[in-house]
């Protein structure tokens, strides 16, 4: 977790001069008093410090692939093959039911001796995973990952 923590402490550094830029903002007399460019050049620049959040991983990924509750461990583990994936998205109706992922078949199926043509994803899926909007910035999601947050 050093990597963690020397990003947090970049993180830091970051946000003490995003917060000069918006005292220099505020000295200049506000929005109204100060030219557009020197406006847009500060909106950018604190853009560029506020630091990526998850949608900019998500613009680039390929969507999950999503499964219902009743599919079957042998359906899932072949839409994982097809796309490359090593998980999907177990969802019932409109919501996340779970998460069922290439180590659940060997753990969860493989171990204890089902058989993946007849088990159902919803009893061998890892329940209510850990979600997280769009929104978050990448450090607070590292943050939730490793429990710190």
């Given at each position: 977790m050093p990597r963690l923590t020397k990003l947090e402490r970049a993180y830091a550094s970051s946000k003490k001069l995003y917060?000069?830029?918006?005292?220099?903002?505020?000295?200049?007399?506000?929005?109204?008093?100060?030219?557009?460019?020197?406006?847009?050049?500060?909106?950018?620049?604190?853009?560029?410090?506020?630091?990526?959040?998850?949608?900019?991983?998500?613009?680039?990924?390929?969507p999950p692939v999503l499964v219902n509750v009743r599919t079957t461990v042998r359906e899932a583990a072949s839409l994982m093959k097809e796309h490359h994936t090593t998980a999907v998205l177990v969802m019932d109706r409109e919501r996340i039911a779970g998460i069922f992922t290439s180590k659940d078949v060997v753990l969860r199926v493989i171990a204890p001796g089902y058989d993946p043509n007849n088990t159902s994803v919803i009893r061998v899926m890892t329940p209510h995973p850990d979600t997280a909007k769009e929104d978050l910035s990448i450090q607070a999601a590292l943050r939730k990952m490793h429990g710190t947050l």
């Open positions: 917060e000069a830029l918006e005292g220099v903002q505020t000295e200049w007399g506000g929005v109204g008093s100060q030219p557009q460019q020197m406006l847009q050049y500060l909106s950018d620049l604190r853009a560029k410090m506020a630091g990526p959040d998850l949608s900019t991983i998500l613009a680039t990924t390929p």
